[in-house]
């Protein structure tokens, strides 16, 4: 539990690092393309869970001194509840968790660089073992720089595409590129959609809201224990401010890679990377990010394939280190 050493600043972003992966960079930039800044809710509504497991949650585990969900459940109710909730977590994270991560960033690396989609699975294998190494203390240190770099590097494809943007259509500046997104996909700014809306299935307006997507929330932060951990060494005071800097932090998550994505669908709808978005002859949105990244500059590139990169390895070292 790094010794009770990791500071609020470290509890936070290594909260973001441990949840940003490339599902977020390669999944929600696809959605952004496909639905629009609707997917958002998922990150906002994160943001706003936050504050109920730094106000209510965390408390609880820390004057029980619980370290671990399985602990907690053995506490509350008895070890036969412990032991299936630990085999069900160990299955998910192995056969689901994991698998995903490392298929989607060896996709997402392979993509924008020379190294081959095997050679990407075993490079982040590798480079996350090592991080494990030095335990939760190595971790949430290692996890503010990186996500200095998701942040900064992200920041920077957003600069890049809404600059695209508005070249394309002949103004100039990222707000104007703003703008114009907004008018070229102003279906795609929409925050709730109504139910003749084709993708009101992925997302049914406000039911989505206030029914399963708290449930799915107060999970992941409040009971996920690969997330819950990095705040549970800390004292009350320390891991509610961890806690509520990662749900500011939260807040930014769609502008790195939802703004990207619908400036993707706006690039291509007017002629533009016709090719790139095609996987035999069907468009795939999760081609969005890989592309716009082929797009940066060699300096802005390896900054954002730092990011990434970074957001991945975060997200393997955070699972690896989960106590059954």
Request: proline residues 3%.
């Amino acid at each position: 539990m790094a010794e009770g050493s990791l500071t609020w600043w470290a509890i936070g972003a290594s909260l973001i690092a441990s949840n940003i992966s490339a599902e977020h960079f390669i999944g929600m930039s696809g959605s952004g393309f496909a639905l629009g800044l609707a997917i958002s809710t998922y990150e906002w509504m994160a943001a706003a869970t936050l504050i109920i497991v730094a106000v209510f949650i965390i408390p609880v585990y820390l004057k029980n001194k619980i370290f671990t969900m399985p602990q907690f459940l053995a506490q509350r109710y008895n070890n036969t509840v412990s032991t299936i909730m630990a085999v069900i977590w160990l299955l998910v994270y192995v056969f689901v968790n994991l698998t995903s991560i490392i298929y989607l960033g060896a996709l997402a690396i392979s993509s924008i660089s020379t190294i081959s989609f095997e050679w990407s699975i075993v490079g982040l294998v590798i480079f996350s073992l090592f991080v494990t190494l030095g335990g939760m203390k190595v971790i949430g240190y290692t996890d503010v720089i990186q996500v200095f770099f998701l942040v900064l590097g992200g920041l920077a494809t957003t600069y890049l595409a809404t600059n695209l943007v508005s070249d394309h259509f002949g103004a100039k500046g990222v707000t104007a590129g703003f703008h114009l997104l907004e008018s070229k996909a102003e279906d795609h700014f929409h925050m709730i959609f109504k139910k003749d809306n084709p993708n009101y299935m992925d997302l049914p307006g406000l039911t989505v809201l206030v029914g399963g997507m708290w449930i799915v929330n107060l999970n992941y932060w409040g009971c996920n224990q690969y997330i819950t951990q990095r705040a549970l060494g800390a004292n009350l005071k320390t891991a509610r401010g961890g806690i509520l800097f990662a749900a500011f932090l939260k807040l930014l998550i769609p502008i790195i890679v939802v703004i990207p994505g619908i400036t993707m669908f706006v690039m291509h709808e007017n002629g533009m990377f016709q090719q790139e978005m095609l996987d035999n002859g069907i468009i795939k949105p999760d081609h969005s990010y890989p592309t716009l990244m082929n797009l940066l500059p060699d300096g802005l590139k390896g900054l954002a394939f730092a990011a990434l990169t970074a957001a991945i390895v975060a997200s393997l070292a955070g699972k690896a280190m989960e106590p059954i």
